[in-house]
């Protein structure tokens, strides 16, 4: 089956501790996303990839990290200068960098412990 | 003043009712309207894609842009229980280089 992995479902962070929630998708798209969703927010957007070994800032990167290696991987570290890191995290993926359908995961819950 | 405003619901309706759901927004930019469709717990999933004014029926469900109002809708005929969810809507300018804009979301709970 064609789509977007992410993992973990549910992850818990302690305080001053780095965390990184993985996304997998094997639509070859070459353009992938990284959301925040917060209840009431909609989904806002932290970093997003156009092609391999290239990413920029969405409108809430501070606090988070990402890496583009391999075309099918997006990986976002959720750092310790992150101050509010509860949330739902969304991973997406487009064809070409801007089209307009995107294709999400299933998410994953960070909380705070 | 949010870019894209959508009513946060919750919005209760009977089974087989008819749905209205709405966003407004600012942007007179914006060309490519989108509604998805989040279960509890999951990711979204693109329900209706429409560009510039007009509408779009697929199946039960009908999008509505009117651009000069800057007002979208998605309406739902003999609304299911099953289609109970939470409704974004999502709208983009016709610059490559730019991405999504984002709707808080409408909770919808149909009940039977």
């Known amino acids: 089956d064609g789509g977007i992995t992410q993992s973990p479902k549910y992850l818990f962070r302690k305080e001053g501790q780095n965390v990184t929630l993985s996304c997998e998708q094997n639509l070859n798209h070459d353009a992938m996303y990284w959301y925040r969703q917060d209840p009431g927010q909609g989904l806002r957007l932290i970093y997003y990839?156009?092609?391999?070994?290239?990413?920029q800032k969405g409108d809430i990167a501070e606090g988070y990290s990402v890496s583009r290696e391999k075309k099918e991987s997006f990986p976002l570290t959720v750092t310790s200068a992150q101050k509010n890191p509860t949330a739902f995290y969304l991973c997406?993926?487009?064809?070409?960098?801007?089209?307009?359908?995107?294709?999400f995961g299933a998410g994953t819950r960070l909380s705070v412990l | 003043q949010k870019e894209v405003e959508q009513d946060p619901g919750p919005l209760s309706v009977p089974e087989g009712a008819i749905v209205s759901l709405n966003c407004t927004y600012s942007n007179s930019a914006f060309q490519y309207f989108m509604w998805y469709r989040q279960y509890s717990r999951k990711g979204p999933e693109l329900l209706m894609y429409t560009y510039s004014s007009g509408n779009k029926e697929d199946g039960r469900f009908t999008a509505q842009v009117d651009k000069s109002s800057k007002y979208i809708s998605l309406f739902i005929r003999d609304s299911q229980p099953s289609d109970s969810a939470t409704y974004l809507c999502a709208m983009k300018t016709g610059n490559a280089g730019n991405m999504l804009t984002f709707g808080g979301g409408t909770r919808l709970m149909v009940k039977p």
């Open positions: 990839s156009q092609i391999v070994n290239d990413f």
């Open positions: 997406a993926s487009s064809m070409a960098p801007g089209t307009n359908i995107q294709y």
